[in-house]
């Protein structure tokens, strides 16, 4: 077993896992931590636990120190310095006439880095723009592409239901979403309906999805035929929320509604 913590360095980003090092760390504290591309400034969002060591990526960097004033005044100032860089940057980018979008701009803690994030269709030649920005800066460029996903959960927004985007507000990573969900929670399939503002399948299709899926196993399948109170019929349709079911019925060609109690399946050899 391993004792770590678990800390952020963005807004609903990721969460990674560090060993505490001895100190005294609770939710909410700002940390300095070692990481693969250097010093990093964090938030602790996980208090201190046990894992087992199959949960852990090894080795486990450290915490090299609680955050002090010095550091918070540092991360205020790389905070500035990340707005006027994207100013530069997007004045640049105007001026070699690139087809790109740029999203967002981070330094890394002690300045040793900058990278941009933007967007794009294809595939861009940004060599010269990368030989300006070094002479501007004196330090290290990175330029990373990101998706459309990525690009909503930076700069946020609000989604269908009026509330803040789940990506950008609380979800550390991008599960799969496929239209089956769609389909399994009898949603509409239009793509205006079930798509967010990135023009991808919506994340919250996920969240309840493990619950239909278990509910409609226990529930009657579509064409099978069930006696009921009325008679004779055939389902043609079930609503898992209200565990309903609509009956073709054989007699009198009409449909009417059952609850799954209400039904019983008729055996077929």
């Keep these: 077993m391993y004792k770590v913590i678990g800390v952020r360095f963005k807004r609903a980003g990721k969460i990674y896992y560090f060993s505490p090092n001895g100190f005294d760390l609770v939710v909410g504290d700002k940390v300095v931590v070692e990481t693969a591309r250097g010093l990093e400034y964090g938030e602790v969002v996980v208090g201190v636990k046990e894992v087992p060591e199959e949960d852990v990526v090894l080795p486990l960097k450290n915490v090299i120190r609680k955050a002090t004033l010095e550091d918070e005044r540092q991360a205020e100032e790389n905070t500035i310095k990340e707005q006027e860089a994207f100013e530069i940057c997007q004045q640049k980018i105007n001026e070699h006439n690139l087809p790109m979008k740029l999203i967002d701009v981070e330094y890394t803690f002690d300045v040793s880095k900058i990278i941009f994030y933007f967007t794009a269709e294809g595939r861009v030649d940004f060599r010269d723009l990368v030989k300006d920005l070094a002479s501007i800066f004196r330090t290290r460029i990175e330029l990373r592409q990101i998706g459309v996903r990525d690009e909503a959960k930076m700069l946020g927004g609000l989604g269908s239901c009026g509330r803040v985007l789940c990506c950008h507000s609380f979800l550390g990573d991008f599960e799969p979403v496929s239209i089956r969900m769609a389909k399994e929670q009898n949603l509409s399939l239009s793509p205006n309906k079930i798509s967010g503002i990135c023009g991808r399948l919506m994340c919250c299709l996920k969240y309840e999805n493990d619950f239909y899926e278990e509910e409609r196993k226990k529930a009657p399948k579509i064409g099978k035929m069930v006696k009921t109170p009325q008679g004779t ?26 609850g799954f109690g209400d039904i019983e399946e008729i055996q077929t050899k």
Excluded: A, C, P, R
């Design 233 to 258: 019929g055939k389902i043609i349709d079930v609503n898992i929320l209200k565990s309903t079911v609509k009956v073709e019925m054989v007699d009198d060609v009409q449909i009417l509604d059952f």
